[in-house]
């Protein structure tokens, strides 16, 4: 089931959460709503769910307005960070809930309930209470029951953002599989750059409480549209090109910035031309990589991303002389990246 987001805004006192999002989320696909805190994601979310309602704009779901529909009418399954369990309820007790609620058949409810605790890979705990589980088994709970009224659309806000790592890492596997295997369209928002990369098909990036980009994620990461998604997927180094560094201030006007990954500067013991000359500051190693922080001779200062290998090849030391080159870069100009 398809979502269409036409021109909504929101707004909270004097605080504009969502502000003119337009958006079209095709039917099947998992798409990330990705931004840093008060950016609009959740915001847009809870609206798609009717649990808001816009100041301005239209919200369709599949062929149908409900921008002004309940709740109960949208054919939506939420998910919410905290999990929402009855906890006098066991794991079967929790997942039945919904389909007893609408009176479905007792055989339909308990073959339906199997076959979910077998997605969710939960079978052998459907008696246990939601206090005797983890919190990463408290989450496929969660997803299990709002699955079992077979929603339209699937909405998630932050499923993972109270577990640790390790279980987060485990859940993104499991989100992943179970959303190949049901394929309804599912929503989750996130503020975790690697868990949008990893789960969506598309990623939605959000910026005071406008969307600043939309595309796959090696879209999103390869071609930025703008300094501010640049910036919010991983390190970069930025630059102003008018400083004449690396010879890039041919590439676009010098009324500009330029914004290097450090995974896509060269390090280099020999001179070259294009090359610009640098000390080596620092050297962080980090078991899987090597962090090389370099002072240019105008004193900016540059971070450069070397693997084990590289870096046992160069053979870097503090304050050795070394040059530096980009392999690729990013002109934003001046006015963009204020």
Same mark, same amino acid.
């Given at each position: ?125 459907? *008696?246990?209470?939601?206090? !005797? ?5 408290? !989450? ?11 929603? &339209? ?82 390190? @970069? ?30 390090? &280099?013991?020999?001179? *070259?031309?294009?090359?610009? !000359? ?14 090389? *922080? ?5 004193? &900016? ?11 046992? &090849?160069? !053979? ?5 002389? @070394? ?16």
């Amino acid at each position: 089931m398809s979502i269409l987001i036409e021109n909504v805004s929101k707004r909270f006192g004097s605080f504009q959460a969502v502000e003119s999002v337009n958006l079209e989320i095709k039917s099947g696909t998992l798409v990330a709503l990705l931004g840093p805190s008060g950016s609009g994601k959740s915001t847009l979310l809870r609206l798609i769910a009717g649990l808001e309602a816009p100041d301005s704009g239209r919200i369709w779901i599949g062929d149908r307005e409900v921008t002004a529909s309940s709740v109960q009418s949208r054919g939506i399954g939420f998910v919410f960070q905290h999990y929402a369990l009855f906890k006098h309820m066991t794991v079967r007790q929790n997942v039945a809930f919904g389909l007893e609620l609408r009176k479905a058949r007792a055989n339909y409810v308990r073959e339906r309930v199997e076959e979910l605790l077998d997605l969710v890979q939960l079978r052998g705990l459907a *008696e246990r209470y939601p206090s !005797q589980l983890s919190g990463g088994q408290r !989450q496929r709970v969660a997803l299990a029951r709002t699955l079992a009224v077979d929603p &339209q659309v699937l909405l998630l806000d932050e499923p993972f953002g109270a577990l640790d790592a390790k279980v987060r890492k485990e859940l993104r596997a499991s989100l992943r599989h179970l959303h190949e295997r049901v394929n309804v369209t599912t929503v989750f928002v996130t503020h975790d750059q690697e868990e949008a990369m990893e789960l969506s098909d598309e990623i939605v990036v959000f910026n005071k409480g406008r969307v600043e980009q939309v595309g796959t994620p090696p879209d999103i990461y390869d071609h930025p549209a703008t300094p501010f998604v640049m910036s919010f997927f991983g390190p @970069v180094n930025v630059l102003p090109n008018s400083a004449g560094i690396f010879g890039l201030n041919n590439m676009e006007s010098t009324n500009s910035h330029v914004f290097l990954r450090p995974h896509d500067i060269v390090i &280099q013991t020999h001179h *070259e031309e294009t090359a610009a !000359q640098a000390k080596v500051d620092r050297i962080v190693h980090l078991g899987w990589e090597v962090i090389v *922080e370099l002072s240019l001779r105008d004193g &900016q200062l540059v971070t450069v991303n070397l693997t084990r290998e590289l870096f046992k &090849q160069l !053979q870097l030391e503090p304050q050795q002389q @070394v040059y530096v080159k980009p392999k690729r870069a990013k002109t934003f100009p001046l006015h963009a990246y204020s």
